[in-house]
Structures are given as structure tokens and as C-alpha cells.
């Protein structure tokens, strides 16, 4: 019959077992810069919690299909931003409006205009800029543009690991970044110098 | 004296930043900010941005949250 010998099947699921505990221990030392970007992908800290608790639900679940010594981080990054993409995204408001895309020294030269070139050269004049305004800008990106600025300037990934989180080509992931780091600083250039 | 909108160099510089640019791509963009202050004041800018929002949108998992992921945990703390 098909039944295992005990001898072969216990060793067996002892080693699962180990496998399994040392998978979850290396993904709960990631939670604290998984939840960074999945803050900064959802509106309220009460959505970031919920969208982390059940990417670790998911990933307790799959842990098979993790491969050991690729990026666990860009594993759980993977889950996470499909979950967000299924939960409610659709309900929230898409901006259609088509931006007057500025260049990328946007910021910088409306900073320059109203402080005078040589402010550029201090490091400080960024704190101008207050946390709210980086938040709030960062906020009203459309989602496809947000997604791939919190994963490559919050998140710290590469463009390939960004690529492979949001399943996209590189290409792709270098103009959302292009575009939305530019309406990021048309946004924050509002603020700024009004 | 080179002054006034780089335009051609800001896609250039924006990959410098991110550190995803080929050798000679580097050496190009660190001789164009060796040689333009213009360009050289707003990568400055720039570096200094990136910097700013990575620490100023970063928020620590609330309290709490790492007992409820530990809880998930099939194999058992």
C-alpha cells in the first residue's frame, strides 16, 4: 500500500518542520520594513496593519513556494502589493486628469526661484518641505506611479526586484518612477512655494 | 558658463541617483557634474530629496502589530 514507513516519514517531517519555523522567523524580522512600504501604499495605518497581517497569513500558508536564498522581502513585497490590488483599490478615486509634467529639477528650480540659487547648495532646504506635504504628496500619486516610488525610494529596491514585485518590465518600472517622481515634486512645489 | 535648463541630463541624473547606471553611463554623468554647477546644485538637490522623503514617509510598525504576525504562525513560536 501507500503508507510511508514511520522509519523514513518521521525524520521527514521533522525537517519541514524546521524549515517551516526558520522561514517564519526570517520573515517576521522583515515586518517592520515590509509594513514601511505598505503604510506608504494604503491610506490609514489601520489598512497598512490589516494588508501586513494578511500577507503574513498568505505567506504562512504558501511557504512552499518560497524558494530559500532568493529575496524574501521582494517575496512578501510580491503578496502584499497583489493583495492591496485585489482589496478595494478599484474603489478608490483614480485620478484621470492628465498633469502638466514638469521637468525633474521641477522642485528645485521653483526652490531656487524663490531662495535664490545658492539655497540649493544647503542641505537644510529640503526641511522646508514639511513631513505632511512628503506624505500627503505621496498620497496623491495615482496608484501605478505610487506603487513603483515606495518600492524603489522607500522600499530601497532595485528596478529589478521592483519589476518582478509588480510584475512589470524594467522599462516599464523606469518611466512610473520618471513620471511619478516628477508629479511628486510638481506636487510638493505647490506647497512649497506657495 | 553653462547655465539654465540641462534637460538632457536630468533622466541621466535621475539614474545616477538610483545607482543604476552602466560604467561608462557614471562616468559620463560624474563628468557633466564635474564640469556644469547647475546641474551639479540640483543633483545635490536631488540626492538630498530622496533622502529626505526615505526617512520623513518612513513609519515604524505600530506596537502590537508584531504579536499579531507572530500569532499567525502555524509552526508555533
Redesign the interface.
Known amino acids: 500500500m501507500g503508507e510511508a514507513e514511520p522509519e523514513t516519514e518521521g525524520p521527514r517531517i521533522a525537517a519541514e518542520a524546521r524549515d517551516r519555523v526558520r522561514f517564519e522567523e526570517e520573515a517576521l524580522a522583515l515586518a517592520d520594513q515590509v509594513y514601511r512600504v505598505a503604510r506608504r501604499l494604503v491610506s490609514t495605518r489601520e489598512e497598512a496593519e490589516d494588508l501586513v497581517q494578511d500577507t503574513y497569513g498568505r505567506a504562512f500558508r504558501s511557504w512552499r513556494s518560497y524558494t530559500p536564498g532568493t529575496n524574501l522581502r521582494a517575496w512578501l513585497l510580491r503578496i502584499l502589493t497583489n493583495l492591496n490590488l485585489d482589496r478595494g483599490r478599484k474603489v478608490q478615486r483614480s485620478p484621470d486628469m492628465q498633469p502638466i509634467e514638469e521637468g525633474d529639477y521641477y522642485l528645485a528650480n521653483k526652490m531656487a526661484e524663490a531662495q535664490g540659487e545658492q539655497a540649493l547648495d544647503q542641505e537644510r532646504v529640503v526641511e522646508k518641505l514639511s513631513q505632511d506635504s512628503i506624505v500627503n504628496a505621496l498620497s496623491s500619486l495615482p496608484h501605478d506611479f505610487r506603487d513603483t516610488v515606495v518600492l524603489v525610494d522607500i522600499g530601497e529596491f532595485s528596478y529589478a526586484d521592483a519589476a518582478q514585485i509588480l510584475d512589470i518590465p524594467i522599462g516599464t518600472v523606469m518611466s512610473r518612477l520618471h513620471r511619478g517622481r516628477r508629479l511628486l515634486k510638481q506636487r510638493l512645489a505647490e506647497e512649497a512655494v506657495s | 558658463m553653462s547655465h539654465g ?3 538632457a541630463c ?2 541621466l ?2 539614474g545616477y541617483l ?1 545607482r ?1 547606471l552602466t560604467d561608462a553611463e557614471v562616468a559620463e554623468a560624474e563628468s557633466h557634474l564635474g564640469s556644469c554647477d547647475y546641474c551639479r ?2 543633483y ?3 540626492a ?3 533622502q ?3 526617512t ?7 506596537a502590537g ?2 504579536e ?3 500569532q ?4 508555533g513560536a
Open positions: 535648463p540641462c534637460d536630468e533622466e541624473l535621475q538610483d543604476e546644485r540640483r545635490r538637490f536631488e538630498s530629496l530622496r529626505y522623503v526615505q520623513t514617509a518612513a513609519e515604524r510598525m505600530p502589530l508584531m499579531k504576525l507572530t499567525l504562525r502555524s509552526a
